[in-house]
């Protein structure tokens, strides 16, 4: 069974920082690609960062500077560490991986900055 299970998430202030845990279970890891996505109320679920199976790292302009995405093939597991956190990133956070025809998802965690 597959599982994507993100963790980190919480309630942070204004330019604060978290860093967000996606831990994978059932796939050969190494072989995904990943991606951080969010959605906030009333908006699409947009990507944040991905990182290809090489770490080939890609970041939507919103985040660049801010946010770094990595992931540690011996753990299993791909990270989003958010610094300098704004009230607009606020969301909850999904992680996806995919390869070839397959994709998963985890359940997503709740993001929240206070101003």
């Known amino acids: 069974q597959v599982q994507l299970v993100e963790s980190g998430g919480g309630l942070v202030q204004a330019g604060g920082s978290l860093k967000l845990s996606c831990a994978a279970s059932?796939?050969?890891?190494?072989?995904?690609?990943f991606g951080w996505y969010r959605q906030a109320p009333g908006n699409e679920r947009e990507l944040v960062a991905d990182i290809s199976r090489l770490g080939v790292t890609n970041y939507a302009d919103a985040v660049k500077g801010r946010f770094a995405i990595s992931r540690d093939n011996a753990k299993n597991t791909a990270y989003l560490q958010m610094n300098s956190l704004k009230p607009e990133d606020a969301a909850v956070y999904y992680c996806?991986?995919?390869?070839?025809?397959?994709?998963?998802w985890g359940q997503g965690v709740q993001v929240t900055v206070s101003s």
């Open positions: 996806g991986g995919w390869y070839r025809e397959s994709r998963y």
């Open positions: 059932g796939i050969s890891f190494s072989f995904y690609n």
